[in-house]
């Protein structure tokens, strides 16, 4: 067992919507499926309702990745908010890319309300591959860090 | 051209037909222009002017100017059409009280460029085929014209006026620019290239708002930035995260509005090359979502608030770009 205090917690912020993807983590607690307690789940009423500026926000409060679930393309609660979303966000992260910041740390992601278990795998290889990143340097605010 | 605008200024001002003109004049130097709202023709003939220094895009200054009792004629360059067919795509302008006079444009140059090429003095500018021809203290000085433009005149997009009343001159064609060209530069850096190149930009930035006040995209009333409670309002409490953080929010938030006329660029004091964040968002939208020239017209929904089924899914961004 690795020690306790040299293994890195990365912070991880999790957007989901109210319709699947919060669903879909309910079914994976329902489930006893289990990932890991490092994501925080934020509740959207819809993928869509996130403005880029949450997940430029969510990285100045010290997260150390964020993710974005919503329903499946077409099954949107609201018929057309994860079309918006997920155009934004492309551009979002290709801006993050090209300002040099390590596109690992943001991902979309669409889970269903029954797929409890592609939540949990989801958050499983998230939170591996943010862990093997390391912190986030390149978008912290020092200001935040008390 | 400064005297057949000045002469149609004034026939429409004393026809009544406009009832003030809103155009160009000098500044304390020869090259230190500022956009002006002249209302007799006494403050014509004294002090409007067009030459090669007069740069500002005049079409953020008609949000407030059209809202005014009576008509204002305006001179819009082929850019600056672009941003005035956005604005008034986006409600922002009151398309029948302004009378929008196109006049050519060989690009722009500034005083700044000019002295870093050892020109002093200035007293005024003209051209003559590929050269400019400054008038100084200390006599002529010829410079060639391809060597003192900025980027964005280098690489223009277009000399043609998408919208207007009234030509002066001729209209020129579309252009096939290298615009795109430093883009794909930077995207071919690797992450920790890129992040320095951006670093060593972003961190001379001192906050001083010119890109967004400048910017004819940015035009709500109350700005995000604006606001003392996000922290983010001024400079003095600033890091290096604000400094990401400033310029990728302002680039999101014309993002698909962004007419690349690259007004962000020449006010900027620090000469930071802010026009590539939204040439990039420019960039991917064409890439993405097809070819889209915000401006161009004013019926075409702008990709951010538009759709399709078969976009492609974020998780491109994981396959291209960089060498990760």
Same mark, same amino acid.
């Not at chain 2, 304390?28 to 090259?31: G, I, P, R, S």
């Given at each position: 067992m690795q020690d306790v205090k040299t293994t890195f917690k990365p912070k991880i912020v999790a957007f989901c919507c109210n319709w699947c993807s919060y669903a879909g983590a309910d079914l994976a607690g329902t489930n006893r499926l289990s990932y890991p307690a490092d994501v925080k789940i934020i509740r959207v009423p =819809?993928? =869509? #309702?996130? %403005?880029p500026m949450f997940i430029l926000r969510a990285f100045q409060r010290g997260a150390d990745g964020v993710i974005l679930c919503g329903c499946h393309p077409g099954d949107c609660h609201y018929t057309s908010g994860n079309y918006y979303a997920r155009r934004r966000m492309t551009l979002l992260f290709s801006m993050l890319d090209y300002l040099g910041i390590e596109k690992e740390r943001t991902r979309v992601e669409w889970v269903s309300a029954a797929e409890g278990a592609k939540f949990a795998e989801t958050m499983n290889s998230f939170v591996e591959t943010v862990r093997s990143l390391g912190? %986030?340097? #390149?978008?912290?605010d020092l200001r935040c860090k008390k | 051209m400064q005297k057949i605008m000045i002469a149609k200024a004034k026939e429409l001002l004393q026809s009544g037909a406009v009832d003030r003109v809103l155009g160009w004049k000098t500044g304390?130097? $020869?090259?230190d222009i500022t956009p002006a709202v002249f209302e007799t023709i006494e403050e014509l003939e004294q002090s409007f002017v067009y030459d090669d220094f007069c740069g500002a895009n005049l079409s953020k200054y008609l949000i407030k100017a059209s809202r005014l009792d009576g008509k204002t004629l305006v001179f819009l360059k082929p850019c600056d059409t672009y941003s005035f067919n956005q604005l008034i795509k986006e409600h922002r302008?009151?398309? /029948?009280n302004v009378y929008v006079v196109g006049v050519p444009c060989e690009g722009k140059t500034d005083g700044e460029t000019l002295k870093q090429h050892g020109i002093k003095g200035i007293l005024g500018i003209g051209s003559q085929g590929d050269d400019f021809i400054i008038d100084t203290l200390y006599g002529e000085k010829t410079v060639k014209r391809a060597d003192v433009l900025p980027e964005r005149c280098q690489n223009?997009?277009?000399?043609?006026?998408?919208?207007? /009343?009234e030509l002066l001159g001729e209209d020129g064609q579309v252009l096939d620019s290298h615009r795109f060209d430093m883009v794909e530069k930077i995207e071919a850096m690797t992450p920790d290239e890129r992040f320095d190149f951006w670093r060593g930009e972003l961190s001379r930035c001192i906050r001083c708002n010119a890109c967004r006040n400048v910017c004819p995209a940015c035009s709500c009333e109350k700005c995000v930035f604006d606001n003392d409670a996000s922290g983010i309002a001024q400079k003095a409490a600033a890091d290096s995260f604000e400094e990401n953080m400033f310029h990728i929010i302002r680039a999101f938030h014309v993002a698909g509005r962004c007419t690349d006329c690259g007004e962000c660029s020449r006010v900027c004091p620090q000469n930071i090359p802010l026009h590539l964040l939204n040439r990039k968002f420019i960039k991917d939208i064409n890439e993405l979502y097809g070819d889209f020239q915000a401006g $161009?017209?004013?019926e075409s929904r702008a990709p951010l608030t538009n759709y399709q089924e078969s976009d492609v899914e974020p998780s491109i961004v994981y396959h291209k770009g960089g060498n990760r």
């Open positions: =819809c993928s =869509c #309702r996130v %403005n912190e %986030n340097k #390149r978008l912290e | 304390e130097f $020869a090259y302008i009151l398309r /029948d223009c997009k277009s000399k043609q006026h998408v919208v207007y /009343d $161009a017209d004013t």
